[in-house]
Protein backbone atom coordinates (compact mmCIF):
# COMPACT_ATOMS: atom_id res chain seq x y z
CA UNK A 1 0.00 0.00 0.00
CA UNK A 2 -0.73 2.53 -1.36
CA UNK A 3 -0.86 6.01 -3.15
CA UNK A 4 0.07 7.98 -5.71
CA UNK A 5 1.43 11.30 -4.48
CA UNK A 6 -0.41 14.12 -3.34
CA UNK A 7 1.39 17.50 -3.25
CA UNK A 8 2.09 19.46 0.45
CA UNK A 9 0.31 22.85 -0.04
CA UNK A 10 0.35 23.94 3.64
CA UNK A 11 3.53 25.21 5.19
CA UNK A 12 5.50 23.42 7.27
CA UNK A 13 3.91 24.75 10.54
CA UNK A 14 0.61 23.27 9.96
CA UNK A 15 1.21 19.76 8.93
CA UNK A 16 0.66 19.31 12.77
CA UNK A 17 4.30 17.83 12.69
CA UNK A 18 6.67 17.53 16.26
CA UNK A 19 9.16 19.06 14.44
CA UNK A 20 12.52 19.59 17.09
CA UNK A 21 14.75 21.63 14.70
CA UNK A 22 0.10 9.02 6.32
CA UNK A 23 2.11 0.65 -0.65
CA UNK A 24 1.94 -2.54 -2.30
CA UNK A 25 -0.43 -2.79 -5.47
CA UNK A 26 -3.85 -4.95 -6.48
CA UNK A 27 -5.36 -5.56 -8.78
CA UNK A 28 -8.77 -4.51 -9.33
CA UNK A 29 -11.63 -7.25 -9.62
CA UNK A 30 -15.22 -7.51 -8.79
CA UNK A 31 -15.23 -5.88 -5.10
CA UNK A 32 -18.38 -8.50 -4.70
CA UNK A 33 -21.66 -7.04 -3.35
CA UNK A 34 -22.15 -3.90 -1.50
CA UNK A 35 -25.11 -4.82 0.44
CA UNK A 36 -28.52 -2.59 0.60
CA UNK A 37 -28.36 0.81 -0.15
CA UNK A 38 -30.33 3.02 -2.80
CA UNK A 39 -28.84 2.94 -6.15
CA UNK A 40 -26.84 5.60 -7.42
CA UNK A 41 -29.44 8.41 -8.24
CA UNK A 42 -32.19 7.36 -6.13
CA UNK A 43 -31.56 9.80 -3.21
CA UNK A 44 -31.18 13.85 -3.67
CA UNK A 45 -27.78 13.04 -1.64
CA UNK A 46 -26.00 12.98 -4.76
CA UNK A 47 -25.72 16.39 -5.47
CA UNK A 48 -25.51 17.23 -1.69
CA UNK A 49 -22.48 19.98 -1.74
CA UNK A 50 -23.28 20.19 2.35
CA UNK A 51 -25.48 18.27 5.11
CA UNK A 52 -27.77 21.56 4.43
CA UNK A 53 -28.40 20.76 0.97
CA UNK A 54 -30.30 17.63 2.70
CA UNK A 55 -31.91 19.71 5.75
CA UNK A 56 -28.65 19.70 7.89
CA UNK A 57 -26.96 16.88 9.61
CA UNK A 58 -29.72 14.78 11.62
CA UNK A 59 -31.64 14.01 7.86
CA UNK A 60 -27.42 13.19 6.10
CA UNK A 61 -27.51 10.92 8.59
CA UNK A 62 -30.76 9.63 8.53
CA UNK A 63 -30.72 8.99 4.79
CA UNK A 64 -26.75 7.38 5.65
CA UNK A 65 -28.38 5.13 7.79
CA UNK A 66 -31.70 4.07 5.01
CA UNK A 67 -28.85 3.17 2.66
CA UNK A 68 -27.16 0.92 5.51
CA UNK A 69 -23.73 0.36 3.57
CA UNK A 70 -20.53 1.99 2.76
CA UNK A 71 -18.11 1.27 0.14
CA UNK A 72 -14.18 2.35 1.14
CA UNK A 73 -11.23 1.41 -0.84
CA UNK A 74 -7.61 1.14 -0.22
CA UNK A 75 -7.89 2.03 3.46
CA UNK A 76 -6.00 -0.79 5.24
CA UNK A 77 -6.89 -1.64 8.61
CA UNK A 78 -3.16 -1.00 9.78
CA UNK A 79 -2.69 2.46 7.75
CA UNK A 80 -2.90 5.61 9.64
CA UNK A 81 -5.80 3.70 12.09
CA UNK A 82 -8.38 3.11 9.58
CA UNK A 83 -9.09 0.13 11.29
CA UNK A 84 -10.61 1.93 14.52
CA UNK A 85 -12.22 4.63 12.30
CA UNK A 86 -13.82 2.04 9.71
CA UNK A 87 -14.98 0.44 13.35
CA UNK A 88 -16.37 3.71 14.91
CA UNK A 89 -17.73 5.24 11.94
CA UNK A 90 -19.97 1.36 11.83
CA UNK A 91 -20.75 1.57 15.82
CA UNK A 92 -21.71 5.27 15.60
CA UNK A 93 -24.26 5.03 12.68
CA UNK A 94 -25.31 1.21 12.46
CA UNK A 95 -23.91 1.36 8.67
CA UNK A 96 -22.03 -1.60 7.53
CA UNK A 97 -18.55 -0.52 5.83
CA UNK A 98 -17.80 -2.50 3.44
CA UNK A 99 -13.84 -2.47 2.77
CA UNK A 100 -12.74 -3.38 -0.35
CA UNK A 101 -9.16 -3.85 -2.56
CA UNK A 102 -7.44 -2.61 0.91
CA UNK A 103 -3.89 -2.48 -0.40
CA UNK A 104 -4.93 -0.93 -3.82
CA UNK A 105 -2.90 2.35 -5.15
CA UNK A 106 -4.32 5.44 -5.84
CA UNK A 107 -4.49 4.60 -9.63
CA UNK A 108 -6.45 1.14 -8.82
CA UNK A 109 -8.97 3.31 -6.51
CA UNK A 110 -9.56 4.96 -10.14
CA UNK A 111 -9.74 1.96 -11.99
CA UNK A 112 -12.03 0.40 -9.69
CA UNK A 113 -14.86 3.55 -9.63
CA UNK A 114 -14.32 3.47 -13.31
CA UNK A 115 -15.16 -0.33 -13.70
CA UNK A 116 -17.54 -1.11 -11.38
CA UNK A 117 -19.59 2.32 -12.56
CA UNK A 118 -23.32 2.51 -12.25
CA UNK A 119 -23.42 -0.62 -9.65
CA UNK A 120 -23.65 -1.29 -6.24
CA UNK A 121 -20.03 -2.38 -5.87
CA UNK A 122 -18.49 0.84 -6.93
CA UNK A 123 -16.68 3.09 -4.02
CA UNK A 124 -18.30 5.39 -2.71
CA UNK A 125 -15.21 7.32 -1.56
CA UNK A 126 -11.46 7.95 -2.65
CA UNK A 127 -8.11 8.63 -0.28
CA UNK A 128 -5.98 9.62 -3.32
CA UNK A 129 -2.61 11.13 -3.87
CA UNK A 130 -2.05 14.03 -5.94
CA UNK A 131 -0.91 12.44 -9.38
CA UNK A 132 -4.18 10.93 -9.44
CA UNK A 133 -6.05 12.96 -7.97
CA UNK A 134 -5.29 15.76 -10.54
CA UNK A 135 -5.93 13.52 -13.61
CA UNK A 136 -9.22 12.04 -12.04
CA UNK A 137 -11.78 15.11 -10.77
CA UNK A 138 -14.54 13.96 -13.09
CA UNK A 139 -14.51 11.46 -11.16
CA UNK A 140 -15.43 13.91 -7.77
CA UNK A 141 -18.51 15.15 -6.68
CA UNK A 142 -18.37 18.43 -4.92
CA UNK A 143 -18.73 18.52 -0.78
CA UNK A 144 -18.15 20.78 1.52
CA UNK A 145 -18.16 19.24 5.44
CA UNK A 146 -19.21 21.23 8.38
CA UNK A 147 -15.73 21.94 9.11
CA UNK A 148 -14.86 23.62 6.14
CA UNK A 149 -14.28 26.72 7.35
CA UNK A 150 -11.03 25.55 9.40
CA UNK A 151 -9.33 23.57 6.47
CA UNK A 152 -6.86 26.25 5.29
CA UNK A 153 -7.58 27.28 1.48
CA UNK A 154 -4.33 25.74 0.18
CA UNK A 155 -5.23 22.21 1.04
CA UNK A 156 -8.58 21.83 -0.89
CA UNK A 157 -10.36 22.46 -4.14
CA UNK A 158 -12.63 25.83 -3.78
CA UNK A 159 -15.62 23.76 -4.57
CA UNK A 160 -14.93 20.56 -2.12
CA UNK A 161 -13.99 18.31 -5.32
CA UNK A 162 -10.83 17.11 -2.70
CA UNK A 163 -9.49 17.97 0.51
CA UNK A 164 -6.01 17.22 2.20
CA UNK A 165 -6.75 14.64 5.26
CA UNK A 166 -3.54 13.57 6.76
CA UNK A 167 0.25 13.68 6.21
CA UNK A 168 3.50 12.19 7.99
CA UNK A 169 6.89 11.81 7.49
CA UNK A 170 8.67 9.02 5.39
CA UNK A 171 11.03 7.11 6.86
CA UNK A 172 12.87 3.80 7.05
CA UNK A 173 11.71 1.18 9.23
CA UNK A 174 13.92 -1.90 10.32
CA UNK A 175 14.48 -5.03 12.40
CA UNK A 176 16.61 -3.93 14.90
CA UNK A 177 15.86 -7.96 16.55
CA UNK A 178 17.71 -9.03 13.56
CA UNK A 179 20.36 -6.46 12.44
CA UNK A 180 20.85 -4.23 14.91
CA UNK A 181 21.06 -1.15 14.64
CA UNK A 182 20.92 0.77 11.44
CA UNK A 183 21.58 4.78 10.95
CA UNK A 184 22.64 5.12 7.35
CA UNK A 185 20.89 4.24 3.99
CA UNK A 186 24.55 3.18 2.89
CA UNK A 187 24.49 0.50 5.75
CA UNK A 188 22.15 -1.28 3.67
CA UNK A 189 24.17 -3.04 0.83
CA UNK A 190 25.71 -5.26 3.42
CA UNK A 191 25.19 -8.80 1.93
CA UNK A 192 23.30 -9.18 5.79
CA UNK A 193 20.39 -7.50 4.03
CA UNK A 194 20.17 -9.70 0.79
CA UNK A 195 16.53 -9.36 -0.20
CA UNK A 196 15.58 -7.61 2.63
CA UNK A 197 15.48 -3.58 1.67
CA UNK A 198 12.13 -2.72 0.10
CA UNK A 199 10.22 0.49 -1.35
CA UNK A 200 6.09 0.00 -0.19
CA UNK A 201 4.81 -0.47 -3.84
CA UNK A 202 5.77 0.97 -7.39
CA UNK A 203 7.62 4.44 -7.05
CA UNK A 204 5.19 5.42 -10.49
CA UNK A 205 2.25 3.85 -9.07
CA UNK A 206 1.98 4.02 -4.86
CA UNK A 207 2.63 7.07 -3.11
CA UNK A 208 4.37 5.73 0.11
CA UNK A 209 6.59 3.91 -2.79
CA UNK A 210 6.98 7.44 -4.58
CA UNK A 211 8.08 9.57 -1.36
CA UNK A 212 10.35 6.55 0.20
CA UNK A 213 12.12 7.25 -3.49
CA UNK A 214 12.35 10.96 -2.69
CA UNK A 215 13.49 10.56 0.60
CA UNK A 216 16.66 8.20 -0.44
CA UNK A 217 17.44 10.49 -3.58
CA UNK A 218 17.36 13.45 -1.10
CA UNK A 219 19.49 11.74 1.28
CA UNK A 220 22.11 11.25 -1.31
CA UNK A 221 22.38 14.81 -2.56
CA UNK A 222 19.48 14.91 -4.86
CA UNK A 223 16.97 17.13 -5.05
CA UNK A 224 13.02 17.45 -5.90
CA UNK A 225 14.11 18.87 -9.16
CA UNK A 226 17.21 16.39 -9.80
CA UNK A 227 16.23 12.54 -9.18
CA UNK A 228 19.73 10.71 -10.58
CA UNK A 229 21.35 10.31 -7.33
CA UNK A 230 18.28 8.75 -5.99
CA UNK A 231 17.92 5.94 -9.62
CA UNK A 232 21.56 5.78 -8.84
CA UNK A 233 21.02 4.69 -5.42
CA UNK A 234 18.34 2.16 -6.65
CA UNK A 235 20.62 0.76 -8.98
CA UNK A 236 23.37 0.04 -6.40
CA UNK A 237 20.76 -1.61 -4.02
CA UNK A 238 19.64 -3.71 -6.74
CA UNK A 239 23.29 -4.49 -7.61
CA UNK A 240 24.21 -5.67 -4.10
CA UNK A 241 21.15 -7.87 -3.94
CA UNK A 242 19.84 -5.77 -1.17
CA UNK A 243 16.52 -4.76 -2.92
CA UNK A 244 13.29 -6.59 -3.02
CA UNK A 245 10.59 -5.93 -4.93
CA UNK A 246 7.65 -8.33 -3.97
CA UNK A 247 4.56 -6.38 -2.18
CA UNK A 248 4.98 -4.99 1.22
CA UNK A 249 2.55 -6.07 3.69
CA UNK A 250 1.93 -6.97 7.37
CA UNK A 251 2.31 -10.81 6.88
CA UNK A 252 5.92 -10.19 4.87
CA UNK A 253 7.19 -7.93 7.37
CA UNK A 254 6.05 -10.49 10.28
CA UNK A 255 7.55 -13.38 8.28
CA UNK A 256 11.04 -11.50 7.48
CA UNK A 257 10.61 -11.45 4.22
CA UNK A 258 11.02 -7.82 4.40
CA UNK A 259 13.32 -6.32 7.37
CA UNK A 260 13.76 -2.91 5.94
CA UNK A 261 10.49 -0.89 4.92
CA UNK A 262 10.81 2.97 3.37
CA UNK A 263 6.88 3.45 4.28
CA UNK A 264 5.11 6.84 5.89
CA UNK A 265 6.11 7.23 9.70
CA UNK A 266 2.39 6.27 10.64
CA UNK A 267 2.57 3.24 9.16
CA UNK A 268 5.46 2.07 11.20
CA UNK A 269 3.29 2.81 14.20
CA UNK A 270 1.17 -0.36 13.84
CA UNK A 271 4.36 -2.47 12.89
CA UNK A 272 5.92 -0.93 16.12
CA UNK A 273 3.96 -2.11 18.52
CA UNK A 274 2.34 -5.08 16.81
CA UNK A 275 6.10 -6.87 16.10
CA UNK A 276 6.61 -5.97 19.92
CA UNK A 277 3.95 -8.39 21.11
CA UNK A 278 5.80 -10.84 19.46
CA UNK A 279 9.29 -9.69 20.64
CA UNK A 280 10.60 -8.43 18.10
CA UNK A 281 11.78 -4.95 18.14
CA UNK A 282 11.45 -2.60 15.28
CA UNK A 283 12.66 0.67 15.09
CA UNK A 284 13.00 3.48 12.49
CA UNK A 285 15.07 6.90 11.71
CA UNK A 286 14.67 8.98 8.68
CA UNK A 287 17.62 9.97 7.05
CA UNK A 288 19.13 12.91 7.30
CA UNK A 289 18.52 15.59 4.10
CA UNK A 290 16.14 12.77 3.31
CA UNK A 291 12.66 14.28 5.44
CA UNK A 292 10.02 14.38 3.15
CA UNK A 293 6.02 14.91 4.12
CA UNK A 294 3.11 14.38 2.18
CA UNK A 295 -0.92 15.02 2.29
CA UNK A 296 -3.24 12.42 1.07
CA UNK A 297 -6.74 13.45 -0.47
CA UNK A 298 -10.23 12.62 0.85
CA UNK A 299 -12.71 12.63 -2.19
CA UNK A 300 -16.76 11.48 -3.09
CA UNK A 301 -17.16 9.40 -6.35
CA UNK A 302 -19.30 11.37 -8.15
CA UNK A 303 -21.35 7.75 -9.13
CA UNK A 304 -21.20 6.66 -5.29
CA UNK A 305 -23.98 3.66 -5.25
CA UNK A 306 -24.01 4.90 -1.48
CA UNK A 307 -24.00 9.34 -1.68
CA UNK A 308 -25.58 9.79 1.90
CA UNK A 309 -23.29 7.35 3.41
CA UNK A 310 -20.01 8.40 1.39
CA UNK A 311 -21.16 12.05 2.38
CA UNK A 312 -21.74 10.71 5.88
CA UNK A 313 -18.26 9.34 6.07
CA UNK A 314 -16.32 12.92 5.12
CA UNK A 315 -18.26 13.97 7.92
CA UNK A 316 -16.92 11.64 10.66
CA UNK A 317 -13.57 12.32 9.24
CA UNK A 318 -13.43 15.72 9.45
CA UNK A 319 -15.13 15.87 13.01
CA UNK A 320 -12.37 15.95 16.07
CA UNK A 321 -12.98 12.28 16.30
CA UNK A 322 -12.22 11.54 12.98
CA UNK A 323 -9.20 13.66 13.33
CA UNK A 324 -7.85 12.32 16.74
CA UNK A 325 -8.41 8.64 15.34
CA UNK A 326 -6.03 9.30 12.25
CA UNK A 327 -3.63 11.41 15.40
CA UNK A 328 -3.33 8.11 17.14
CA UNK A 329 -2.73 6.42 14.53
CA UNK A 330 0.96 8.81 14.05
CA UNK A 331 -0.60 10.82 11.24
CA UNK A 332 -0.91 14.36 11.40
CA UNK A 333 -4.55 15.61 9.99
CA UNK A 334 -5.57 18.96 8.11
CA UNK A 335 -7.17 20.01 11.25
CA UNK A 336 -4.17 19.80 13.69
CA UNK A 337 -3.43 23.65 14.54
CA UNK A 338 -7.42 24.31 14.39
CA UNK A 339 -7.67 21.26 17.10
CA UNK A 340 -4.87 23.20 19.11
CA UNK A 341 -6.13 25.84 19.28
CA UNK A 342 -9.50 24.99 20.01
CA UNK A 343 -7.62 21.87 22.88
CA UNK A 344 -9.49 19.19 21.36
CA UNK A 345 -6.60 17.06 20.66
CA UNK A 346 -5.92 13.94 22.38
CA UNK A 347 -2.93 14.24 24.21
CA UNK A 348 -1.83 11.04 24.49
CA UNK A 349 -2.65 10.06 21.19
CA UNK A 350 -0.36 13.12 20.23
CA UNK A 351 2.57 11.20 21.42
CA UNK A 352 2.30 9.18 18.15
CA UNK A 353 3.30 11.89 15.93
CA UNK A 354 7.13 11.84 14.71
CA UNK A 355 9.88 13.93 15.92
CA UNK A 356 12.13 15.54 12.82
CA UNK A 357 15.11 16.75 13.41
CA UNK A 358 15.30 18.54 9.94
CA UNK A 359 13.01 20.53 8.04
CA UNK A 360 10.15 18.56 5.88
CA UNK A 361 10.73 18.94 2.19
CA UNK A 362 7.58 18.10 -0.03
CA UNK A 363 7.41 18.73 -3.92
CA UNK A 364 4.88 21.03 -6.29
CA UNK A 365 2.45 19.55 -8.30
CA UNK A 366 4.83 20.30 -11.26
CA UNK A 367 7.73 18.33 -9.85
CA UNK A 368 5.37 15.63 -8.78
CA UNK A 369 4.58 15.09 -12.46
CA UNK A 370 7.71 15.64 -13.26
CA UNK A 371 9.13 13.02 -10.78
CA UNK A 372 6.58 10.51 -11.65
CA UNK A 373 7.01 11.32 -15.25
CA UNK A 374 11.23 10.76 -14.61
CA UNK A 375 10.10 7.29 -12.50
CA UNK A 376 7.87 5.87 -14.94
CA UNK A 377 10.74 6.21 -17.82
CA UNK A 378 13.94 4.83 -15.67
CA UNK A 379 12.48 2.57 -12.83
CA UNK A 380 11.93 -0.53 -14.64
CA UNK A 381 15.58 -0.24 -15.82
CA UNK A 382 16.57 0.45 -13.00
CA UNK A 383 15.45 -2.34 -11.01
CA UNK A 384 15.35 -5.01 -14.03
Known sequence: MKKSPLALVAAAAVLGLTLSGCGGSATPASTGSAGGGAAAGASKAKTATSAADLGGMDALVAAAKAEGTINVIALPDDWANYGQIKKDFAAKYGIKVNSILPDASSKEEIDAAEKNKGTANAPDVFDLGTAVTMASTKYFAPYKVAQWDKIPAGNKESTGLWVNDYTGIMSVGYNATKFG???????????????????????????????????????????????QPGLDWVKKMKQAGSLNLADVTAGTIDAGTHGVVFDWSYNQVSTIARLKAKGVDWKTFVPKGGEIASYYNQAINVDAPHPAAARLFQEYLYSD???????????????????????????????????????PKTPTSDQSKAANDFLKKNWDAAVA
Open 181 to 227: EITSLDQLTDPKFKGQVAFNGKPAEAGAAFNGFLMVNNANGGTLDNL
Open 321 to 359: AGQNAWIKGGASPILYESMKAAGTIDAASAANLPKVDGT
